[in-house]
């Protein structure tokens, strides 16, 4: 089975600045890698998806403020997160579209 394991959680600022990543236990070459997160009390929410090929598409709550990345090598994937707002407190996964794998989640608090 695939693991994914989420890291790069921790307590923010608003306005502040977290980059996540996420390691695969297989390679992740030409493999679509996808972000959600999860509020208390809230469903999962959609991210942003990096494709096999580099692109990326993203939520529109995210948009301009989040960037994914990916390094094949690595068997990584990365989120920069920018400009955080209290809402995007969350439980941050990463998700496998090829293999339908979760990680475990790395929790993201934005607060002062």
């Known amino acids: 089975q695939v693991q994914l394991v989420e890291s790069g959680g921790g307590l923010v600022q608003p306005g502040g600045s977290l980059r996540l990543s996420c390691t695969s236990s297989?390679?992740?070459?030409?493999?679509?890698m996808s972000w959600y997160r999860q509020a208390p009390g809230k469903n999962r929410e959609f991210l942003a998806t990096?494709?096999?090929?580099?692109?990326?598409n993203y939520a529109d709550s995210v948009k301009g403020r989040f960037i994914g990345a990916r390094d094949n090598g690595k068997k990584t994937v990365y989120l920069q997160m920018n400009s955080l707002k209290v809402e995007d407190t969350a439980v941050y996964y990463c998700?496998?579209?090829?293999?339908?794998?979760w990680g475990q989640g790395t929790q993201v608090t934005v607060s002062s």
């Open positions: 998700y496998s579209p090829w293999g339908y794998f």
């Open positions: 297989t390679t992740i070459f030409g493999r679509p």
């Open positions: 990096i494709s096999g090929d580099g692109t990326i």
